[in-house]
Nanobody, 122 residues
């Protein structure tokens, strides 16, 4: 499975961005789709996940501000990010795996996208 992420950029604090990730080369509906992020000098961390049935799970840092969605007809997962904070600055990665919805471990991931930079200015 190949994952292609896009939509990052520079935004002021309080603004919004929408990330997209298109999957190809596999059966999209087989996988839990996940967004991770990695800030400079920090380890990659879980952000949000959506399972095949559309149930969602978020890390507490983004709950209420970010929304993950998937369109199985278009093999696409999106991350709508609102009320962005400086602390959200990171490279965001989409990923696919077969883990349970609430799994946050990086090691559970089968496939990674290439990452897209999100920079929030304070």
């Amino acid at each position: 499975v190949q994952l292609q992420a896009s939509g990052g950029g520079l935004v002021q604090a309080g603004g919004s961005l929408r990330l997209s990730c298109v999957a190809s080369g596999g059966t999209f509906t087989r996988y839990r789709m996940v967004w991770f992020r990695q800030a400079p000098g920090k380890e990659r961390e879980f952000v949000a996940a959506i399972n095949r049935g559309g149930s969602r799970y978020y890390t507490s840092d983004v709950k209420g501000r970010f929304t993950i969605s998937r369109d199985n007809a278009k093999n696409t997962v999106t991350l709508q990010m609102n009320s962005l904070k400086y602390e959200d600055t990171a490279v965001y990665y989409c990923a696919a795996d077969g883990a349970a919805l609430g799994t946050t471990a990086v090691g559970a991931v089968y496939y990674w996208g290439q990452g897209t930079q999100v920079t929030v200015s304070s």
